[in-house]
């Protein structure tokens, strides 16, 4: 890592231009500061085939790298269906639609987030709360 390391909103600005010029599809970016001590933010974008994937993948790599960042780990290339890019505060999740909609990343980061006030726990409108 160079000296100083780049920051975690560093490491998110050079995600999100690698995101872009290789056109990711969905780009979400997930604050887990207080939720989790393995990184600041986790990012989940879309690939639309594995070749795609990996191709995003690698381009936040190279872009990693060209700010001198080293990634700590890079996994699930061969497949490529998910790939995980590790770069410390920041963690990049490149998958295919299908695999993102199984595995429900955003949603499992952002449970509790929202304030509990007109849904009740199966997400159907509680109509005492809605009419006050």
């Not at 890592?1 to 995101?19: I, K, T």
């Not at 990996?54 to 790599?61: G, H, L, R, T, Y």
């Not at 999740?93 to 929202?114: C, I, K, N, S």
Request: charged content about 30%.
């Amino acid at each position: 890592m160079p000296d100083p390391a780049p920051s975690p909103e560093a490491l998110l600005q050079l995600v999100r231009s690698a995101l872009e010029e290789i056109k990711a599809k969905d780009s979400v970016e997930i604050d887990v500061r207080g939720k989790t001590s393995i990184a600041d933010y986790l990012v989940v974008a879309s690939g639309t085939s594995t070749r795609h994937v990996k191709s995003i993948a690698d381009e936040v790599v190279q872009h990693a790298k060209k700010a001198g960042a080293m990634p700590l780990g890079v996994e699930g290339e061969r497949e490529a269906e998910w790939v995980l890019v590790d770069l410390g505060d920041v963690i990049v999740h490149v998958m295919l639609p299908r695999v993102r909609e199984f595995y429900a990343l955003e949603r499992l980061w952002t449970v509790g987030d929202q304030p509990p006030d007109s849904e009740d726990a199966y997400g159907e409108i509680d109509e005492s709360a809605a009419h006050g």
